[in-house]
């Protein structure tokens, strides 16, 4: 089994940053394929990015494309989101996902192991 813990977001300014972790203990490979979801209040979960188990292929929502950036850390079992010029609607709970295959994708059926979710608010 696959433990995903999320850490940073908090409440953040139109217009800033900041970073969010995603640590992986258990039975980690590196070879997963590694994803961060969100979802706001009263909408359904949608995809943010993905990244392959390198880090040599990432996938974004076109919303998010250009302002976030997802990376990964392999021998420290860490994935992140960096968020830029964040906007109001970027407001809403973010997942972190593990999926078993090494591809990065952006189907949520394809993620097997789900973090508790951390919140982002940002302030307009």
């Known amino acids: 089994q696959v433990q995903l813990v999320e850490s940073g977001g908090g409440l953040v300014q139109a217009g800033g940053s900041t970073r969010l972790s995603c640590a992986a203990s258990?039975?980690?490979?590196?070879?997963?394929?590694m994803g961060w979801f969100r979802q706001a209040p009263g909408k359904e979960r949608e995809f943010v990015a993905a990244?392959?188990?390198?880090?040599?292929?990432?996938l974004y929502a076109d919303s998010v494309k250009g302002r976030f950036t997802i990376s990964r850390d392999n021998a420290k079992n860490t994935v992140y989101l960096q968020m830029n010029s964040l906007k109001a609607e970027d407001t809403a709970v973010y997942y972190c996902?593990?999926?078993?295959?090494?591809?990065?994708?952006?189907?949520?059926?394809?993620?097997?192991?789900w973090g508790q979710g951390t919140q982002v608010t940002v302030s307009s």
């Open positions: 996902a593990g999926s078993r295959q090494a591809v990065a994708q952006a189907r949520e059926l394809l993620y097997t192991y």
């Open positions: 258990g039975r980690t490979s590196s070879n997963y394929g």
């Open positions: 990244v392959n188990w390198s880090g040599g292929t990432t």
